[in-house]
C-alpha cells in the first residue's frame, strides 16, 4: 500500500477474467435475475426476449452443465458466454472496454469493499411496554395460536 491509499481500503488484485467468469456461472440465476429482471427459467433454460429485457422467449441461456452461462440470442443471432451476455446488456465492447466490464462486473460481485467496522446504531432506550388487556379471539391454524386483541385492529 502507498501513502495515497486509505488505511480502511483492502485494494483491489488485478481483475481475474476467468475467477470472475466461475464466480458469475456458480451463481447463474441470481446473476441473470439481476442483469435481465424480466427473464424467466424453464426446463433449465433462462429466457428472455433480448438484452436489452424485453419481453419474449428469443435469447436463451443455459443454467446446467458444460454449457452453463452460454446465451444465444435466435433472433439476431447473438451469441457467447456469461461475459459476453454481460457486455452486452451493460453496453461495452468487449475488445476495447474488457477492464471496464471486469472491473462492472467485480463491482457487482463485491470486490474493494471498505473493511471498517459499520457506525454502531444510536441506542434507544427502552420504551414502556403498552398493554393490550384480555385476548379478544384465539384463534389455531396448524399447531399456531394467533392471539388477536381488540386494540390492534
Known amino acids: 500500500m502507498n501513502k495515497n491509499t486509505p488505511p480502511n481500503i483492502i485494494p483491489l488484485?488485478?481483475?481475474?477474467?476467468?475467477?470472475?467468469?466461475?464466480?458469475?456461472?456458480?451463481?447463474?440465476?441470481?446473476?441473470?435475475?439481476?442483469?435481465?429482471?424480466n427473464g424467466f427459467v424453464r426446463t433449465g433454460k433462462f429466457l428472455i426476449g433480448d438484452v436489452s429485457g424485453g419481453k419474449g422467449e428469443s435469447l436463451v441461456v443455459e443454467l446446467h452443465g458444460a454449457k452453463a452461462g452460454l446465451w444465444h440470442d435466435f433472433a439476431t443471432g447473438d451469441g457467447g458466454?456469461?461475459?459476453?451476455?454481460?457486455?452486452?446488456?451493460?453496453?461495452?465492447?468487449?475488445?476495447?472496454?474488457?477492464?471496464?466490464?471486469?472491473?462492472?462486473?467485480?463491482?457487482?460481485l463485491g470486490a474493494g469493499v471498505p473493511v471498517t467496522q459499520p457506525p454502531s446504531c444510536k441506542h434507544r432506550p427502552n420504551r414502556p411496554t403498552q398493554t393490550l388487556g384480555e385476548p379478544t379471539c384465539i384463534i389455531e391454524i396448524n399447531e399456531w395460536h394467533v392471539i388477536l386483541f381488540a386494540e390492534s385492529f
Open 81 to 108: 458466454d456469461i461475459l459476453d451476455l454481460w457486455a452486452s446488456v451493460k453496453g461495452f465492447d468487449r475488445k476495447n472496454q474488457f477492464t471496464q466490464l471486469i472491473t462492472d462486473i467485480q463491482n457487482w
Open 13 to 37: 488484485k488485478p481483475p481475474d477474467a476467468q475467477a470472475l467468469k466461475s464466480q458469475l456461472v456458480q451463481n447463474l440465476p441470481a446473476t441473470l435475475h439481476a442483469l435481465l429482471p
